[in-house]
């Protein structure tokens, strides 16, 4: 957990690094725009494999048969990945003026060239993919941390020592060179293991069985990025610095997601797993709803405290450099029209776990293709009426549709979640977060006399506080919840110890 929130602060620094040297710039806009296709590639090779491979290993693993299968994947997603960065190399420069025709002559040139040193890197990522899911598989997960940890903090260091030299190349050159690090890194490590047989030739249709698998899995974690790739290309039709405010607003405000939502669903998934080996759907649809109660009794307070200090945590983070005080109001105003955005594609982190639980995985991927297609429509609508706002804004219907589809599909599977206490539990966390607030916007009267960050402190400090003190008072479920598994977990190590 502790090298995780290392993996996402680092993520964070990387932001931080680029504002500084490129500001809101046609650089950083070329360069975040470049990224997003390859990105695309990697969290359908990363994150796809990691859901299909794992199952199948392990299963393989109980008839002796996960080396066998460990060989013919590395082996075959290696031709494929690379094969796929060979037609992305050669077609980038007639794909991104498609995508991106508003950039100007020297905003393309890097859009090109960024994009192509990116897809130089697929067929190594795709390598990177199965040895990490073989590494999950073996509950070795502090080795997949570190080798990702390797490639965010190669991009970082050649930005500083090279940026001012070849711009954003340094950025991409990084991260090329990153990933080639980290796959020696865990190619070191299973050599020692010796499961890698080179000679093994691949068989067809062991391959293919594991790749039906594979593919509609790889489609559904990819789409938010599909989803990202879409607002950008809507911020490129925009003044320079549009898509920099995007990308900065979403990755900042998504920051609560990947810590809490992440956490919160693995504690709560294998409840929900559980009930389900058990045939017992009452114990199940608790589980669930008890998960969501969770998610909302942390996210609301955290995204609600962000929305309150967003100037203060972008101007503390971004503004210094390139990366100017228009440039933090801008990315602010952003960054609270994708309140929304959050909020729902994080409460449908549980509801999906309950829907591949019950096996009704390919629903969620047909729902998020939908969604794809709806996120064109309401882009194009609000960007007309609302400007570049109107992105994160449409990014927050789509959420709010997605999450009220994918809800509604559950509840005919298990029931309704909503009943009369969770509606009284809400409200108490909602007077809870008012009280915050309230407290929040007195301390506000105290920002102009001392520094930024020491502000911040206090704020987040005292609201947490506040909100904890009236989760007690008002016996908020959730809280004990948490309470209770945080004390199991720590009278648990005391007993190993």
């Not at 460990?70 to 094969?83: E, M, Y």
Request: charged share 10%; aromatic share 14%; with cysteine.
């Amino acid at each position: 957990m502790l090298l995780t929130i290392c993996l996402k602060v680092s993520g964070l620094l990387r932001d931080i690094v680029i504002a500084y040297y490129f500001g809101d710039t046609y650089q950083a806009d070329a360069y975040l725009a470049a990224f997003i296709i390859p990105n695309m590639i990697f969290l359908f090779l990363t994150t796809g494999m990691k859901h299909a491979f794992i199952p199948s290993y392990l299963e393989a693993k109980e008839t002796g048969k996960s080396t066998y299968l460990f060989n013919q994947i590395w082996k075959s997603t290696g031709l494929i990945s690379f094969g796929i960065g060979v037609v992305g190399m050669l077609i980038a420069p007639m794909i991104v003026p498609i995508l991106y025709p508003n950039f100007q002559t020297n905003a393309m040139t890097i859009a090109i060239h960024t994009t192509v040193i990116f897809m130089v890197c697929v067929g190594v990522v795709g390598l990177n993919a199965v040895f990490e899911a073989y590494f999950d598989a073996e509950s070795k997960y502090v080795i997949t941390t570190i080798a990702q940890l390797i490639v965010l903090l190669t991009m970082i260091s050649s930005a500083v020592l090279f940026a001012k030299q070849i711009g954003p190349y340094a950025l991409s050159s990084g991260y090329l060179f990153g990933v080639i690090l980290s796959f020696l890194f865990k190619l070191l490590i299973v050599h020692k293991q010796n499961i890698i047989q080179f000679s093994t030739k691949i068989h067809r249709d062991d391959v293919k069985s594991f790749f039906i698998v594979f593919i509609p899995v790889a489609i559904t974690v990819m789409i938010g990025q599909v989803n990202l790739a879409v607002d950008n290309i809507f911020a490129s039709y925009f003044e320079e610095g549009a898509v920099t405010y995007i990308n900065y607003a979403k990755n900042l405000v998504h920051f609560p997601q990947a810590i809490f939502a992440v956490t919160i669903g693995t504690i709560t998934f294998p409840l929900i797993a559980k009930s389900y080996a058990k045939g017992n759907i009452k114990e199940l649809r608790y589980r669930t709803g008890q998960g969501l109660m969770v998610m909302c009794y942390v996210l609301l307070p955290a995204i609600t405290g962000m929305m309150l200090l967003m100037p203060s945590i972008i101007q503390l983070l971004f503004e210094r450099g390139a990366f100017t005080h228009e440039a933090t109001l801008a990315t602010s105003q952003v960054a609270y029209y994708y309140v929304g955005s959050v909020i729902f594609f994080s409460l449908t982190v549980i509801i999906n776990n309950a829907m591949y639980t019950l096996k009704k995985g390919y629903y969620v991927m047909w729902i998020g293709l939908g969604s794809i297609l709806f996120n064109i429509v309401c882009n194009s609508v609000f960007t007309k009426i609302l400007g570049y706002v109107g992105i994160p804004l449409a990014s927050s219907i789509v959420g709010l549709v997605y999450a009220i589809s994918c809800y509604l599909f559950l509840s005919k599977q298990i029931g309704s979640l909503i009943h009369a206490q969770r509606l009284i539990e809400i409200t108490k966390m909602i007077l809870s977060i008012i009280v915050m607030t309230i407290t929040l916007q007195i301390i506000g009267n105290v920002k102009f006399y001392i520094a930024n960050g020491n502000y911040l402190l206090i704020a987040i400090f005292v609201g947490a506080l506040i909100y904890v003190v009236c989760s007690y008072i008002l016996k908020i479920e959730a809280f004990y919840f948490l309470w209770s598994a945080l004390r199991k977990k720590e009278n648990d190590q005391l007993s190993e110890g």
